[in-house]
């Protein structure tokens, strides 16, 4: 199995970025996917997950509202929109496939392939 995310890099405060994380190696539309990010000199986090259906979602708290996940089961990728960007927003994120489809499982343990990571970076 293989994650690739992209499109991270350099943004402003209040600013919008999408990051894309495209799977192959597995049946995409089987499993949920699951975004995480580790900010500088902290532990990795979770972000947010979609089910696999794409149905179903959730977040964590830090980003609900501003944040999105989305998916395309025809191009096996799976869509993270960031709005309203803030500096503590700073981390590598990395998407992940969790063992099961649907989106109710959060820790780390349940996924079971990753992505490289892709940085994103907030200036004030």
């Known amino acids: 199995v293989q994650l690739q995310a992209s499109g991270g890099g350099l943004v402003q405060a209040g600013g919008s970025l999408r990051l894309s994380c495209a799977v192959s190696g597995l049946i995409f539309s089987n499993y949920a996917v699951g975004w995480f990010r580790q900010a500088p000199g902290k532990e990795r986090e979770f972000v947010g997950i979609?089910?696999?259906?794409?149905?179903?979602?959730a977040y964590a708290d830090s980003v609900r509202g501003r944040f999105t996940i989305s998916r395309d089961n025809a191009k096996n990728t799976v869509y993270l929109e960031m709005n309203s960007l803030k500096v503590e927003d700073t981390a590598v994120y990395y998407c992940a496939t969790s063992r099961f489809g649907s989106a109710n499982r959060y820790s780390e343990d349940t996924f079971g392939s990753w992505g490289q990571g892709t940085l994103v970076t907030v200036s004030s």
């Open positions: 979609i089910s696999r259906s794409g149905g179903s979602t």
